[in-house]
């Protein structure tokens, strides 16, 4: 679910992890080019939101083929239980619900 008052855009996500004046930009991933390219589809987006988005895939390529960022952890896990666990549940962020099960 997306927080209050967030729409899932290309500039909501490339623009925290993509420009120099981003709060969230933890790689402190610098590139003027890619500053002026994000600065120029801003304008263009009300205008031409088609347009927008072939500027947006340009912009994410940019940032793409200099890798800012290195993803080192792949969140896929496995639980195994036995027969006599019960109310299995699994919440995508807190992992499994361990108040919830019961075991016979």
Request: charged share 15%; with cysteine.
């Amino acid at each position: 679910m997306w927080p209050t008052g967030y729409y899932p855009s290309a500039s909501t996500f490339i623009t925290p992890l993509g420009t120099w004046d981003a709060v969230s930009n933890s790689s402190a991933f610098c590139d003027p080019r890619i500053d002026a390219m994000v600065e120029r589809v801003t304008r263009v987006q009300a205008r031409d939101p088609v347009a927008s988005q072939t500027l947006w895939r340009e912009i994410d390529r940019a940032i793409v083929d200099q890798a800012p960022y290195l993803w080192l952890v792949n969140p896929i896990g496995a639980d195994f239980t036995s027969p006599r666990v019960g109310n299995y549940q699994v919440h995508p962020q807190w992992g499994v619900l361990l108040g919830q099960l019961w075991v016979r």
